[in-house]
């Protein structure tokens, strides 16, 4: 993600492009940013992110490692399960022939399961509790490492890369506030505690920034088209079972 030129409510924008998984950088449209009232969240060409600290004015500086590549999970599980109805489409022979109208059915089925569960991991992203974002491999991709008192989280929703931060603060042991630990969830407000490597945090701010990627959009668009050529294909099958199956008095 990159800021190239700023304005008062929007910036124009480097979206994230995809390919075989991995996470990549392309220019793309205007987006407006929304961050937190806190602080300021800034996203630089190639994976670099600046995040000016409340109160203290500190900027912090954070970038992808070079020596490493990360897999974005939700488009990892959407290519395993087009792979998947790839191979049932493929797994007969090129001259199999389908005996019955059910047996279509069933395979279509068993197709649109997986593209299904395909198009549902990019327009629902997973819900995570604060210790599964704070011990996921993430926090280790980056240069300098990341302060403790900082989260990082990527996720996919819809068209949209979306990229969250969060800043914590460190709960003392005589502290007289109740402890409630956060359940899962997209997008953790402040005020959230949970508790990791025996010490309790509070999230303390939120900061959060998206950008609209075109090749996601596409793929959202294939899934759906997929999905209705797959069904007008189930409707033609019924119509015409009913027909060999009809039995005049």
């Known amino acids: 993600m990159a800021f190239t030129r700023r304005g008062p409510c929007c910036s124009e924008t480097a979206a994230g492009y995809f390919e075989g998984g991995l996470a990549q950088v392309r220019p793309a449209r205007r987006w407006c940013r929304r961050c937190g009232q806190a602080g300021k969240l800034r996203a630089e060409h190639g994976g670099d992110v600046n995040l000016k600290m409340p109160r203290s004015n500190q900027l912090l500086h954070f970038a992808f490692r070079e020596d490493k590549q990360w897999k974005l999970q939700q488009i990892q599980d959407a290519r395993n399960h087009v792979n998947q109805a790839i191979y049932l489409l493929m797994k007969r022979d090129v001259n199999y022939h389908f ?51 900082i989260l990082v989280n990527f996720y996919i929703n819809l068209n949209k890369l979306c990229l969250t931060i969060y800043q914590l603060h460190v709960l003392q042991p005589s502290t007289t506030k109740n402890f409630k630990p956060a359940g899962g969830s997209i997008l953790h407000n402040p005020g959230a505690m949970f508790e990791f490597g025996n010490q309790r945090y509070e999230v303390s701010h939120v900061h959060k920034v998206e950008c609209v990627v075109p090749w996601l959009n596409d793929a959202l668009v294939f899934f759906t088209v997929s999905l209705q050529l797959c069904q007008q294909l189930k409707d033609k099958i019924s119509v015409f079972s009913s027909y060999w199956n009809y039995k005049p008095y």
């Open 99 to 149: 005996k019955t109208g059910s047996e279509v059915l069933k395979l279509m089925d068993a197709v649109m399961l997986q593209l299904s569960r395909a198009r549902n991991r990019l327009t629902t992203p997973a819900t995570l509790t604060l210790p599964e974002i704070a011990s996921s491999g993430l926090t280790r991709m980056f240069a300098p490492a990341l302060p403790p008192d």
